[in-house]
Antibody
Framework: EVQLMQSGAEVKKPGESLIISCSASGYTFTNYWIGWVRQMPGKGLEWMGIIYPSDSDTKYSPSFQGQVTISADKSIGTAFLQWNSLQASDTAIYYC?????????????WGQGTLVTVSS | EVVLTQSPGTLSLSPGERATLSCRASQSISSTYLAWYQQKFGQTPRLLIYGASSRATGIPDRFSGSGSGTDFILSITRLEPEDFAVYYCQHYGTAPWTFGQGTKVEI
């Protein structure tokens, strides 16, 4: 069974750093893209970026380029989303997603979401 | 970047009625790379349609997608109580992928 298991909820202060994770199981990690989607409280879905773990090919939304880092560790089948300096506006639920190499379909599995709260 | 504009913002309908949701792209996009998602309150989104008209696995046939170029439609025939949710269109394939702002289908 394909599973994307995300790390637990986080409460951080502005300026702190953070890494959240998405641990994949039930399939060959390097054969699928892993993407990240943000949902701020009461708002819509925002595509952040996507990585192909086989070669670390990474694509970012201009809105998130330079604000976050997407990475993946093939040896442990896990993708990461990293912030160096959080802001209150980073408060949101973050979902990881899986897509086949040809993006057909664009998402065939979702993580359960990680709630990140940034507050002083 | 492709900007997707969904209309209407809110659609008020009754069970059994037909829903027609619109998604307009700021530039012509390949229908191969247009998807629709459903999100119920407090739940993870669910893929309904990809490639503009292909139903995802397990999606009932009352959901259908159509369109090309800049104009795409999600139709839901005979609304069921569980269909009342927020629906998003998405452009994918060429980065950056983008979502529309969503259409809420309410009773």
């Amino acid at each position: 069974e394909v599973q994307l298991m995300q790390s637990g909820a986080e409460v951080k202060k502005p300026g702190e750093s953070l890494i959240i994770s998405c641990s994949a199981s039930g399939y060959t990690f390097t054969n699928y893209w892993i993407g990240w989607v943000r949902q701020m409280p009461g708002k819509g879905l925002e595509w952040m970026g996507i990585i192909y773990p086989s070669d670390s090919d990474t694509k970012y939304s201009p809105s998130f380029q330079g604000q976050v880092t997407i990475s993946a560790d093939k040896s442990i089948g896990t993708a990461f989303l990293q912030w160096n300096s959080l802001q209150a506006s980073d408060t949101a639920i973050y979902y990881c997603t899986r897509a086949p190499y040809d993006w057909s379909p664009p998402v065939d599995s979702w993580g359960q979401g990680t709630l990140v709260t940034v507050s002083s | 970047e492709v900007v997707l504009t969904q209309s209407p913002g809110t659609l008020s309908l009754s069970p059994g009625e037909r829903a027609t949701l619109s998604c307009r792209a700021s530039q012509s996009i390949s229908s191969t790379y247009l998807a629709w998602y459903q999100q119920k309150f407090g739940q993870t989104p669910r893929l309904l349609i990809y490639g503009a008209s292909s139903r995802a696995t397990g999606i009932p046939d009352r959901f259908s997608g159509s369109g090309s170029g800049t104009d795409f439609i999600l139709s839901i025939t005979r609304l069921e109580p569980e269909d009342f949710a927020v629906y998003y269109c998405q452009h994918y394939g060429t980065a950056p992928w983008t979502f529309g702002q969503g259409t809420k289908v309410e009773i």
